[in-house]
């Protein structure tokens, strides 16, 4: 188990980091096909005085997908716009990202209720992450006076099983 998040690509092929702890000359990666049901058993070894790969003695059981880089970066792009625009509609996220990119990229892309999906996770993700503080009142109605006497700022925690709870 590798315990960190790195790839690498090559030939349409994208590789896993393998190992956590790699030695002075090369490092350690799998092919991110190894689960069922492809469970790819090609391991590869990146020489890092000249960041050449080479194949281990098992060959990939799968074709190569040259369109997955072009997935990823649509994908990355979706989450981060999804991240820089919170409140605009999912549709009009898609339609941006998608209009950059080709029509044979969009072919190889997920459905679009799958990358609708896509936003709306990252947009949970985001909500979740942190307790965020409420803004101050800036206008407000007199509250009634048994209420009035409260001075600290409200603020929102989330809880166990991801629910908002407002302070």
């Not at 950059?100 to 209720?113: I, V, Y």
Request: proline fraction near 11%.
């Amino acid at each position: 188990s590798s315990g960190i998040n790195a790839e690498y690509g090559s030939n349409g092929f994208i590789y896993s980091r393998k190992k956590p702890k790699d030695t002075p000359l090369y490092s350690a990666w799998r092919c991110r096909k190894n689960n069922p049901p492809t469970k790819c058993p090609c391991h590869a070894y990146l020489t890092l005085t000249d960041n050449s790969l080479t194949l281990g003695s098992k060959p990939h059981n799968h074709p190569a997908d040259n369109a997955a880089p072009l997935k990823r970066e649509v994908l990355s792009t979706l989450k981060r716009k999804a991240a820089e625009q919170p409140l605009s509609v999912t549709q009009n996220i898609l339609s941006e990202v998608l209009a950059d990119s080709t029509p044979e990229t969009n072919q190889t892309l997920p459905t679009m209720e799958s990358l609708a999906r896509v936003v709306q996770r990252s947009r949970a993700a985001d909500l979740h992450s942190t307790p965020k503080r409420l803004p101050p009142l800036t206008s407000f109605s007199p509250l009634p006076a048994p209420l009035q006497d409260v001075t600290s700022p409200l603020s929102c925690t989330t809880g166990r099983r991801g629910r908002m709870f407002v302070s």
